[in-house]
């Protein structure tokens, strides 16, 4: 199970490490609606600038900062989500945002 509290306090560790790579963190999904969920935390990582690096976030940032296992990797519309599985059996899907060049 997700709380609002967990999640938000594991955004704020995360944060820095995912600006550096050019993003922000965002709640989304259940934990965003009802204050909980017992299935998985939904984050949204969102571009700072054009010149973001979602590559460097995908390969190298996140299977860091969460440690869990990437259980899968899809596209959709305008992002890649990945899922991790935690140590602690609890998942999270983060859908990054690729930068849109012009």
């Given at each position: 199970m997700w709380t609002t509290d967990e999640a938000l306090r594991l955004i704020r560790v995360m944060q820095p490490?995912?600006?550096?790579?050019?993003?922000y963190l965002a709640l989304a999904g259940g934990v965003l609606n009802n204050g909980y969920s017992d299935?998985?935390?939904?984050?949204?990582?969102?571009?700072?600038?054009?010149?973001?690096n979602h590559m460097k976030l995908i390969i190298?940032?996140?299977?860091?900062?969460?440690g869990g296992d990437v259980t899968e990797i899809s596209n959709v519309a305008c992002a890649k989500v990945m899922s991790f599985k935690l140590s602690d059996t609890r998942k999270v899907?983060?859908?990054i945002i690729?930068?849109?060049?012009?």
């Open positions: 490490e995912v600006m550096a790579a050019g993003y299935n998985d935390l939904d984050l949204v990582a969102v571009p700072r600038t054009e010149d973001s190298t940032v996140l299977p860091k900062l969460l899907d983060i859908s690729t930068p849109r060049k012009e």
